[in-house]
């Protein structure tokens, strides 16, 4: 694996190896041995949200690798292209896959969620199994009336107060209705650890391109979902907003290989609310079909 190391120079931060993917860096960690996993984060986020993930998956056999997204904490800020979508994001990922030179499980949540699925439609041969949780695939539910009123209240209530927020400066804001929305939970910011709410500001100059999903610029709907052709589980929160339920629910009918698990005592952030559930959920999905030694 062609690897670079780079010394982080933000006080409190030690120095981690990095990706070099043409000319972007993609700072990453990795814990132990055996087939790799790479774990993919979502918006407002970067490689410390998977620190409840990382020792379980090594403990169970498995290499478990999470990189930070372009310019997400701590990769030096690089302005995003002007075509950008998450096709470029997907590009990010098979090129840290080339340059890691194996195949891979991913392990997707929200926005990584979305990369995940790209990459697994795009590129089969670089995945073995794929697990997407609550992706924002909103272009999958235009053709159901119930589920497209979902959505459009969603980006009515949710997506444009952002953005307005955003252009307006008011990155705190902006953070607490993303926040509000996508959980479902009032006064969440304000309940938030300080370390989850500093993850979040180091990567708020991110948020406004990711939340210009449109099916102009990401167009996504069941004919790709049923390109996957790898092992996938799908996994939503019991609490969760409908609109992110609803999207797991249609994947679940596109995919193929697909089988669906929720995530009790949860909601859009499961990953922190149940992680023993999702971890082992995870983790059992992953060795389905190992041979006994």
Same mark, same amino acid.
């Given at each position: 694996?062609?690897?670079?190391?780079?010394?982080?120079?933000?006080?409190?931060?030690?120095?981690?190896?990095?990706?070099?993917?043409?000319?972007?860096? +993609? +700072?990453?960690?990795?814990?132990?041995?055996?087939?790799?996993?790479?774990?993919?984060?979502?918006?407002?986020?970067?490689?410390?949200?998977?620190?409840?993930?990382?020792?379980?998956?090594?403990?169970?056999?498995?290499?478990?690798?999470?990189?930070?997204?372009?310019?997400?904490?701590?990769?030096?800020?690089?302005?995003?292209?002007?075509?950008?979508?998450?096709?470029?994001?997907?590009?990010?990922?098979?090129?840290?896959?080339?340059?890691?030179?194996?195949?891979?499980?991913?392990?997707?949540?929200?926005?990584?969620?979305?990369?995940?699925?790209?990459?697994?439609?795009?590129?089969?041969?670089?995945?073995?199994?794929?697990?997407?949780?609550?992706?924002?695939?909103?272009?999958?539910?235009?053709?159901?009336?119930?589920?497209?009123?979902?959505?459009?209240?969603?980006?009515?209530?949710?997506?444009?107060?952002?953005?307005?927020?955003?252009?307006?400066?008011?990155?705190?804001?902006?953070?607490?209705?993303?926040?509000?929305?996508?959980?479902?939970?009032?006064?969440?910011?304000?309940?938030?650890?300080?370390?989850?709410?500093?993850?979040?500001?180091?990567?708020?100059?991110?948020?406004?391109?990711?939340?210009?999903?449109?099916?102009?610029?990401?167009?996504?709907?069941?004919?790709?979902?049923?390109?996957?052709?790898?092992?996938?589980?799908?996994?939503?929160?019991?609490?969760?907003?409908?609109?992110?339920?609803?999207?797991?629910?249609?994947?679940?009918?596109?995919?193929?290989?697909?089988?669906?698990?929720?995530?009790?005592?949860?909601?859009?952030?499961?990953?922190?609310?149940?992680?023993?559930?999702?971890?082992?959920?995870?983790?059992? +999905?992953?060795?389905?079909?190992?041979?006994?030694?």
């Amino acid at each position: 694996m062609k690897r670079k190391f780079g010394a982080l120079r933000k006080k409190g931060v030690n120095a981690l190896p990095f990706l070099a993917v043409g000319s972007t860096n +993609f +700072f990453f960690v990795e814990k132990g041995k055996g087939e790799l996993v790479v774990l993919i984060h979502g918006s407002l986020g970067d490689y410390r949200d998977w620190k409840r993930q990382m020792e379980p998956l090594s403990k169970s056999g498995f290499r478990a690798l999470t990189y930070s997204r372009r310019n997400h904490y701590p990769n030096p800020w690089k302005d995003y292209p002007l075509n950008y979508s998450l096709k470029t994001e997907r590009d990010d990922l098979v090129g840290i896959l080339q340059e890691l030179g194996e195949r891979a499980h991913l392990i997707g949540h929200s926005y990584g969620g979305y990369v995940a699925a790209l990459v697994a439609r795009d590129y089969p041969h670089l995945v073995k199994k794929v697990v997407i949780a609550e992706p924002p695939i909103f272009t999958l539910l235009r053709d159901a009336e119930e589920d497209r009123s979902f959505s459009d209240r969603f980006h009515e209530e949710v997506i444009e107060p952002v953005r307005k927020s955003l252009k307006e400066n008011n990155v705190e804001a902006a953070i607490k209705i993303f926040l509000e929305g996508i959980t479902g939970s009032k006064q969440i910011y304000e309940d938030l650890k300080p370390n989850y709410r500093n993850i979040m500001l180091d990567n708020a100059n991110t948020a406004l391109a990711e939340i210009e999903i449109t099916p102009d610029r990401d167009p996504f709907d069941c004919e790709d979902a049923s390109k996957i052709s790898a092992p996938t589980l799908l996994i939503k929160g019991i609490s969760s907003p409908k609109v992110l339920q609803s999207i797991i629910v249609h994947l679940g009918k596109c995919i193929p290989k697909s089988k669906v698990e929720t995530i009790p005592r949860a909601s859009h952030g499961m990953i922190w609310d149940n992680s023993k559930f999702f971890n082992d959920k995870v983790v059992d +999905f992953l060795r389905e079909g190992e041979k006994k030694v």
